[in-house]
């Protein structure tokens, strides 16, 4: 199993400018959420989703966008870069349930916007 | 609101001390899971512990031990005979009932622990 897996590891992008961020899982879990992570913010909710078609908003959802074809695949896309965007992005997943399963987070995704 | 507040920004010690870290939360829920991850130099965050409200009873696994105390509110966590390998950020968090039965966590603002040789 690989786990979480995330692509891009670095990116640079300019104001304005959009992009996707990768997200796949292996293990088979119906959640999956993004992340970003802030200095001295810890993580934040960004969007999440419980099952293939169906997503939703976290806590700081603006300029972001999402989609779940797939039970492997959550993509995050930038719609049009800001530098206030600039973060680590986390992508994670756990099983569904009651039984709060943990959650697994992929390596993360360094993002500068110039 | 629930809150997870980590007090200590940057703890530093010499290799071979016991270091702890602290964790306070606020939480309106009876049910609620606690968790504590580690992220390495590398930047991944890994998962160590995951806790309920209802099992009280201390965790030890190897150098790492776990504190949960309801009456407090804190779910602490010691690294005894600290090495440098355990120099990493760590981040305590709560897990909160968020919409649709999905649950979201509510991550610390972290401490970085730097383990000197």
Request: aromatic residues 12%; charged residues 20%; negative net charge.
């Amino acid at each position: 199993n690989a786990g979480v897996t995330q692509t891009p590891k670095f990116q640079v992008l300019k104001t304005g400018q959009s992009m996707t961020l990768q997200c796949a899982q292996d293990m088979n879990h119906e959640y999956m959420s993004w992340y970003r992570q802030d200095p001295g913010m810890g993580l934040r909710l960004i969007h999440y989703s419980v099952g293939a078609g169906i997503t939703d908003q976290g806590e700081v959802p603006n300029g972001y966008n999402v989609s779940r074809s797939t039970t492997e695949d959550f993509p995050l896309r930038l719609l049009s870069a800001a530098p206030s965007q600039t973060s680590v992005y986390f992508c994670a997943s756990r099983r569904a349930g009651v039984d709060q399963e943990t959650q697994y987070f992929g390596p993360g995704t360094r993002l500068l916007v110039l | 609101a629930q809150k997870v507040t980590q007090a200590q920004t940057e703890i530093s010690v010499v290799e071979k001390e016991d270091v702890t870290l602290d964790c306070v939360y606020e939480t309106r829920d009876t049910t609620y899971y606690l968790f504590w991850y580690k992220q390495p130099p590398s930047g991944e965050l890994v998962f160590l512990i995951r806790r309920n409200s209802f099992d009280e009873q201390n965790e030890i696994s190897g150098r790492y031990s776990w504190n949960f105390q309801k009456s407090t509110s804190s779910f602490n966590f010691t690294i005894t005979a600290s090495q440098v390998v355990d120099s990493a950020v760590y981040f305590c968090a709560l897990s909160e009932v968020y919409s649709g039965g999905y649950n979201k966590l509510i991550f610390g603002a972290g401490t970085r622990l730097a383990v000197h040789p």
